[in-house]
């Protein structure tokens, strides 16, 4: 019985788990989520993509747009933050939560006036 429980849990931890992706250069680029930290105001999920490079994920977007008009659109639609404008069509974004950062870069990618969409990711310190 013990190892039906067991075959049952881990089983229901693989459906529950959520796949994990951005987009760079129109691939998708898997992550597997590795530690989540929280110091000070600031809380992080670090995740490790496809080549091994962990990447922090927070509550902020780069957004590059084709045609700016469209930004408070998007801003209304995802409840997002201007942050700052960090070039021509190029925005830096927050999100309420952290948690929906991966989802509304993925949802933005496949907008047609979306050049690109992606969190800004954090590498972590590696002492040397």
């Known amino acids: 019985m013990k190892h039906i429980l067991i075959i049952f849990v881990v089983f229901l931890q693989y459906g529950c788990a ?30 490790k993509n496809e080549r091994g490079t962990v990447l922090g994920v927070s509550d902020n977007l780069i957004v590059k747009l084709k045609n700016s008009k469209n930004l408070s659109n998007y801003l209304k639609e995802f409840d997002l933050k201007m942050e700052k404008s960090l070039g021509q069509n190029l925005y830096l974004l927050k999100t309420k939560d952290k948690s929906l950062t991966l989802n509304i870069s993925n949802t933005l990618n ?3 006036d979306i050049e690109y969409a992606q969190p800004d990711f954090i590498k972590k310190n590696i002492r040397r």
């Not at 796949?19 to 105001?41: A, E, P």
Request: net charge positive; hydrophobic share 20%.
């Open 110 to 112: 496949k907008k047609a």
């Open 18 to 47: 959520s796949d994990n992706y951005y987009y760079q250069n129109n691939k998708k680029v898997s992550l597997s989520l590795i530690d989540s930290m929280t110091r000070g105001y600031s809380s992080i999920d670090y995740y």
